[in-house]
Structures are given as C-alpha cells and as structure tokens.
C-alpha cells in the first residue's frame, strides 16, 4: 500500500538546525519530494531527490535518502523565523503513470526566537 | 503560486447549495488535481485529469464533480451530498518536463459552509 508518514510538530530555536524525517512504502518511487506551506497559502517545492541519490544539497537544505529503510529527511541548517511552516513530504510511485503524489500528513516546524 | 489562479480565496456557502471553486493554468501544463486538506490530515486528492476532457476519481471523489473542457481550466463541483464540505481546497498542475511528478500549486481556496 501506499503511505507516507511524517511527525506532526518540531520546534527548533532560531540558528539551529532543522531535521524533519519522512517514511515511505512505495519502493519503486522514483522521485521524492519536499513541499513547504507557508499559513493559507498553497505549497511550494523545495527540493526533491532522485531515488538513486543518496544525498542532495541546496544551500541550507540537506535531503538525505535511505532506500533500505524508506526514510527520507529534510535538514534546514540555520533555521529562521521564515522557515516556520508545514513541510509535506511526498512520493511518485513508479507503477502509476498519471503523475500522482502521494503526500504525508505534513510536519509543523515553529521556529523560537 | 506561478500561473495558477484559484478563486475566489475564501468562499461561503448554506448547507446544500452546490458551489464550483475555478482553477485557471498559464503553464501549459497536461495534468490538473484537486486536492481536499483537513488540519493534521495533509493532502488528499478528490480529482485529477490528465488530457482535456477526461478526468479520474482520486481517493475521496465522493460528493465531488469535475469538467475538463479546456486545457488551461479545471472547475470542482462541491455538491450537496459531500457531508463534510468545509476544507481548504487547493488545485495544482503538473506533468511538465521534469522532473517527472512535480506539482505546482495554486494559492488554495477555503470553502465554510454554514
């Protein structure tokens, strides 16, 4: 089945950093990805990860992926005040060609000044 | 939010009233989705369209209708039989160059119905 899993909350003071993990069960998904959803808005993509990549970094995002243990994390180094957001995680199943995602449950991070 | 337009942003209604919520595209793009989003739940999809003038049920199409009559535009139907109406709707499009099942999404629309 399909299911993607994250916690719900993760509080962090500002300049530290950040981690928000994820689990999946799709394993043949062949991207993986990080939304953020800044209050009332829709989300933006912040990065994504091929599934052949063990680790991918973006400035202050570090996307770390384990495939033996369908686990995914998202590390922000330097959290600020902005950063303060649901970050969703999601996957695209390999099998299904319609582009779905399938989306986690999204995490809350509040950043304390 | 690109070029993707949903409106109207917030949106009231009175228990069995149909309402349509627009979304509109600029990007070109193939593929159009709907998602419903509770709080602590995450996304979930109602409907989702590939081509023009064909769409598939998502996991929670009940009470929902779509039309996919032009390209750019992907109008949902929230009928008088979905039980739970009120939610933050958010359309999204992809199906671009790549990577392959990145979405884009619209700046969502919330539906309280009274």
């Known amino acids: 089945g399909e299911d993607v899993e994250q916690s719900l909350f993760l509080s962090v003071r500002e300049g530290d950093s950040s981690v928000i993990n994820c689990t999946y069960t799709d394993s043949s998904s062949t991207y993986l990805y990080w939304y953020k959803q800044e209050p009332g808005a829709g989300l933006q993509l912040l990065t994504y990860?091929?599934?052949?990549?063990d680790m991918k970094q973006d400035q202050r995002l570090t996307v770390l992926l384990n495939k033996k243990d369908k686990h995914l994390s998202l590390r922000i180094a330097d959290t600020q005040t902005g950063d303060s957001a649901i970050y969703f995680c999601a996957e695209s199943p390999q099998m299904d060609s319609s582009y779905k995602l399938i989306f986690g449950s999204g995490t809350r991070l509040l950043v304390r000044p | 939010d690109g070029g993707i337009t949903q409106s109207p942003k917030y949106l009231f209604r009175k228990e069995g009233q149909n309402v349509t919520l627009s979304c509109e595209q600029n990007l070109n793009h193939d593929a159009m989705y709907w998602y419903r989003q509770d709080p602590g739940q995450g996304l979930r999809l109602i409907y989702y369209s590939q081509i023009v003038n064909d769409f598939q049920k998502g996991d929670i199409a009940e009470g929902y209708s779509v039309s996919r009559e032009k390209k750019e535009s992907f109008p949902l139907t929230v009928t008088s039989a979905q039980k739970n109406p009120t939610a933050f709707y958010l359309c999204a499009t992809g199906g671009g160059l790549a990577p392959v099942g990145e979405q884009y999404f619209g700046p969502g629309t919330r539906l309280t119905v009274t």
């Open positions: 990860i091929f599934s052949n990549m």
